[in-house]
């Protein structure tokens, strides 16, 4: 296994602006990095959730990938339109921006999220099974995968905290062009284009 490989993809693939990053940076602007942290920890634990159902189940997915993949695009370009549609009206309505910001929230963000599926349904296939069959080799490579994830949503919260004031100046702006990403990642992971 090439260790180096690995970590850069995993890091490439949890630090890279995605639905999961997009809402956590809106969310410090609105509810500080505090409040956040729960959305994090919600995050997180689906995260690594996914990892141990890919780990467990690897060889009952490869049959059903293609349907699950459709279902899931379907779904988690729904709720990322959904998603977008709070984020561009927090600051006008809070109650609108309170359902973005809690641990619930980012759990099922995870499980709607195709980034994050088509990541760990890939990343234990591609780069652990090959090379360890062992349950605790795979449970290690889980908790380190979990553990980068992690440290990638807390970057997002840190980045929005220190530009948290230029954010807020800019609110709007920042909330439509948050929308408009989420938008985008909406259309590109549902199979229009």
Known sequence: MNIVSFIIYCIVVTFTPGPTNIVILSSVQHHG????????GGATVAFGLLLA????????LADFIPHILDVMQIIGSLYMLYLAYQVY??????????QSSGFVSGLLMQFANPKVL????????????????????A???VMVITVIGFLAFTTWVIFGSIFKSFLQRHQR???SIMALFLVYSAVMVSGII
């Open 118 to 137: 088509l990541f760990t349904l890939t990343v234990i296939p591609g780069y652990v099974m090959p090379y360890y069959s062992s349950p605790a080799a």
């Open 53 to 60: 159902a890919s780990a467990l189940l690897n060889r009952m």
């Open 33 to 40: 990095a505090r409040k956040t942290m729960g959305y994090v």
């Open 89 to 98: 009206r927090m600051g006008r309505n809070e109650s609108a921006a309170q």
């Open 173 to 175: 702006v920042m909330n």
């Open 139 to 141: 449970f290690i490579f």
